[in-house]
């Protein structure tokens, strides 16, 4: 396992091996459950150190250069609604109306018969105003249980995920954006507005604060703003 992770390292990013090796790992556990195995091989074998890297996420102005340079009303309203929610793509095309409360302006997301949430876990995500509207526009012609569709049909995430990839190649944005970074959008604005971190831990649902961390530096002001509150007990003078 040792000489395939270096071997492998040659050949791909840290990040792909250590998918390659967290799917190795999942498999090898099954076997140990189903008693094919005793042991995990893979348990005790470390992932590849990944470099920190800055979430790439849309500015507000590229954002809405985005929004008005997208023709299709379904596709315009899944970017709209990921960007104000920071639902992952699953997520977005899987989301019915029987999750939706406009009254209590909020969406449930969690797992049902056809889609597993991440980790099975779920979440409530508190409307904006914008998705607020957005949803309510919506609900005046429901074609279907789900919230978006494509002329009534559920929207599929790899046709989603090329369309979306078309209009940034289109529009000239930085070939490397892809729909999930809709959801670094979400989190980054929210920072870069002074929310708390935990906070947005909540809103992600991420299953540590550690993975929410890569966006703390967006807010330096607030950090200093922080520490500016120890002036008045440490002035000398």
Known sequence: IDIFRQRRLREVSPTTSNLNLRSLRSAFSYAVRWQWL????????????????????FSAED????????KEKW?????????????????????????VDLAQKELRI????????????????????????????????????YVVTVEGRKV????????FKQYIHRLGFNPSFHFHNLRHSFASWLVQNGAPIYEIQKLMGHSTIQVTEIYAHLAPNQLHGTVERLSQQLTLS
């Open 38 to 57: 005793s042991t995990n091989p893979f348990t005790r074998v470390p992932l590849c150190k990944v470099p920190e890297r800055s979430p790439l996420f």
């Open 110 to 145: 969690e797992s049902s018969g056809g889609y597993r949430t991440k980790c099975g876990k779920r979440r409530a995500i508190p409307l904006n105003i914008v998705a607020l509207q957005l949803l309510e526009e919506l609900s005046k012609d429901r074609l279907s249980d």
């Open 75 to 99: 596709l315009k309203s899944i970017v709209i609604l990921a960007a104000c929610t920071g639902m992952r793509r699953g997520e977005v095309v899987n989301l019915k109306w029987r999750d």
């Open 63 to 70: 954002f809405k250069r985005l929004v008005s340079g997208i």
């Open 156 to 163: 599929r995430e790899p046709y989603l995920s090329r369309r």
